[in-house]
Structure formats: structure tokens, C-alpha cells
């Protein structure tokens, strides 16, 4: 079977342009999380959902982020402007579901570069 | 707020010696669930063990195993007969449950650079 699937496996843009991630979850998985790691900060969790709908989105930096689940096979993390801090790898990962602390399978990132 | 802290940057082993690497938290909670995640240079996030509080027996998997001190808050992993796959950054990681068993978020530490030498 696939495992989470993300694209793209490295993306360099420059300031103030707009970034889309994309992440494709295992299927049959309905929990979706978005992570990010730096070196500074490194793993943080920025978003999750739940069965397409937004659980908790603490984490997410500023308004300059945005996460969307339009269905249950596809999300996107989206941030526009983008800024040089925003570099870093961005990790989507899945789980069948919340309440039994599933395990999280990760996909294997999108190394993002501001210049 | 969880706290989750590995206090040792780096480690090296040689092939075929065990190896374990420290973690410590610190919460109020009763009940939640503790991970080690491991990520080789490629960079995957990969699950390598996970414990439940609630139980008192240490999980074990392989090679691989705890050794969970609820009270101590203590939650370290050894991993024995290293191959040199096993040479990645190791992250201890929380999750607290919510009320209804709801889960929440993974709360990772720093990690601890393993390096398996021939």
C-alpha cells in the first residue's frame, strides 16, 4: 500500500510569493496532521484534522498560513506571502483516527526554501 | 503545557553493542501515550516503539524496547545488537488524551543523534 504521499519533495521560491503543499493520506485514514521542523523549533504540530474538518489549528504561525481538506484524500498547506523564516520541512502525516491515539504515519516532507 | 526532553544531543555505538537513549517529560496528566520515532537521513518519520501509561509493562519490539518509569517520568529506549541501519536522529514524543478519548497532538523533543559504527 502507498503511504502518505507529499508533493513537492523540495520547493525554493522567493519572498513573498505563494507556497501550495500537498499531502495525500493513506487511504482509509481520517485524521490528517500538518508538522513543521527547524532546527530552532524543531517538530511542531501546526494543524490536524478530523474526518476533513479542522480539530485544532493552534499551531499554525499566523494568518499567513492556511490549511484546507476539501475530501478525504487530499489537503493543502498553503502560505502566502511567503517569508525566508518559513523555511524548513514540512511533514504531513495520517491516522485511522483520533480517540485510540493511532499511530501517525508521516510522509517524507517537502523541504521548503525561501530566498 | 507538556514538556518533552532529550538530553543528549549525539551517541555513538559500535555495531553489534546496545545502546540506550534518554527521555524525560513532564506533565499533570494521568493518562497518555509515549512514542519513539526514528529519522534516518532520508528524512522519513518512522515509528519504533509507542507505550501506553497505563501499562506497566514495557513495550517491546524486537530489537528494540523501554524502559517506562511512570513515576520517575522517565521513558528511555534501548536498542540492542545496533546495525548500522540504525544510524538516524531518534525522537521521544507525548501524546496527551483527551476527555472522551480523543487524541491530541504529538508534543516531540529535540532529538538524539544515533551514529552506529562499524
Known amino acids: 500500500d502507498a503511504g502518505v504521499i507529499q508533493s513537492p519533495r523540495h520547493e525554493v521560491t522567493e519572498m513573498g510569493q505563494e507556497v501550495t503543499l500537498r499531502c495525500k493520506p493513506i487511504s482509509g485514514h481520517n485524521s490528517l496532521f500538518w508538522y513543521r521542523q527547524t532546527m530552532m523549533r524543531g517538530l511542531e504540530l501546526l494543524i490536524y484534522f478530523n474526518n476533513n474538518v479542522p480539530i485544532d489549528d493552534s499551531g499554525m504561525p499566523e494568518d499567513r498560513f492556511s490549511a484546507k481538506m476539501p475530501n478525504a484524500s487530499f489537503s493543502t498547506l498553503k502560505i502566502q506571502p511567503s517569508e525566508p523564516r518559513d523555511s524548513a520541512v514540512y511533514f504531513c502525516?495520517?491516522?485511522?483516527?483520533?480517540?485510540?491515539?493511532?499511530?501517525?504515519?508521516f510522509g517524507p516532507g517537502t523541504r521548503l526554501t525561501v530566498l | 503545557a507538556q514538556t518533552v526532553t532529550q538530553s543528549q544531543p549525539e551517541m555513538s555505538v559500535q555495531e553489534a553493542e546496545t545502546v540506550t537513549l534518554s527521555c524525560t517529560y513532564d506533565?499533570?496528566?494521568?493518562?497518555?501515550?509515549l512514542f519513539w520515532y526514528k529519522q534516518p537521513p532520508s528524512r522519513q518519520m518512522i515509528l519504533v516503539i509507542r507505550q501506553e501509561a497505563y501499562k506497566q509493562q514495557n513495550a517491546t519490539e524486537n530489537r528494540f524496547s523501554v524502559n517506562f518509569q511512570k513515576a520517575a517520568k522517565s521513558f528511555s529506549l534501548k536498542i540492542s545488537d545496533s546495525q548500522l541501519g540504525d544510524t538516524a536522529m531518534y525522537f521521544c514524543a507525548f501524546m496527551k488524551l483527551l476527555a472522551g478519548g480523543a487524541t491530541n497532538k504529538l508534543i516531540f523533543g529535540t532529538g538524539t543523534l544515533l551514529a552506529v559504527q562499524p
Open positions: 502525516a495520517s491516522s485511522l483516527n483520533l480517540g485510540r491515539a493511532d499511530t501517525q504515519y
Open positions: 506533565t499533570s496528566e494521568n493518562n497518555y501515550y
